[in-house]
């Protein structure tokens, strides 16, 4: 006979803990978007697809299609910027590394309102930044409350979590391989793309994800830095929920945000699984 796998007690709080905080209040949020709301604020508990058809609505899609275009230039920017700071901290060593991944990490010893307000004194009509054009004779600059200021906060606060996963993928790559190809003859761009990026592109997939999958239920940022002309998936399922009080609504808008997560980390998935058959080493009959 078999013996039946003991699933160890810690594991059963894992479970008991994901049902509790997660696909509970998951469901709950599913089954109120099929709900309605009446004139007076009263939720009917009948079943209707009117909440997913109103999102169908232009001023819905339109801040769809807002929030996936300033999330994914927001990761293309922290790639950018990124992945030259983790392969900078990969190949550099002794204490510069040290000194490099504690600059990295510093903002995060700091909390995260703070720091967004920190950006709000950098980048406001009086702050330093505009300060500085005024001692340059250039007229200011308005970047506090407007779509600018949302993209420098999520570029800002979620680069990190980017260059981390670069790092580690950098890390692990074997030397000799930069320098086999050296010693073929090969150029430090073709080095770069046959040798490294395919190397670390799971990495960089991963990194790229981290980033991009919170960006799309961002709140705080875009209601801090965007003020009310910014319109963010996030900004406008929190008010649908606490200030419009329109709770099926706002639930069928949380639905239509985890079904995208949910399809990024589909993805992911996807991603690596393709990545482990390639690596599989194909045996001839």
Partial sequence: MKNTPVIPSSAWVFLIWLILMTLLPFTLILGMSFL???????????????NYQQLLDWVYFKVLLKT?????GATLSCLA???????????????????GLILLFIPFWTNFILRIYGIVSLFGSNGLFNQLLMAL???????????????????YNYLPF??????????KLDPFLREAASDLGATRFQTFRKIILPNIKEGVF????FVFIPMLG?????????????????????????ILQDWPLGSAIATVLSLLLLGAL???????????????????I
């Fill in 36 to 50: 309605q709301r009446t004139d007076l604020g009263n939720i009917v508990f009948s079943f209707s697809l009117k």
């Fill in 68 to 72: 996936l275009w300033l999330a994914f």
């Fill in 81 to 99: 910027i990124g992945f030259p700071v983790a392969y900078f901290l990969a190949r550099v060593q002794g204490p510069l590394k040290s000194i």
């Fill in 137 to 155: 004779g250039a007229p200011q600059a308005s970047i506090l409350y407007t779509r600018w200021g949302v993209y420098l906060g999520l570029v």
């Fill in 162 to 171: 980017l260059v981390v996963p670069i790092y580690s993928s950098l890390e």
């Fill in 206 to 209: 991963i990194g790229s994800l």
């Fill in 218 to 242: 961002e709140y705080v940022i875009p209601d801090l830095l965007g003020g009310a002309k910014e319109a963010f998936l996030g900004k406008v399922m929190v008010e649908h929920f606490f």
């Fill in 266 to 284: 589909w993805l992911q998935n996807r991603w690596g699984a393709k990545t482990l058959q390639s690596q599989e080493p194909s045996h001839a």
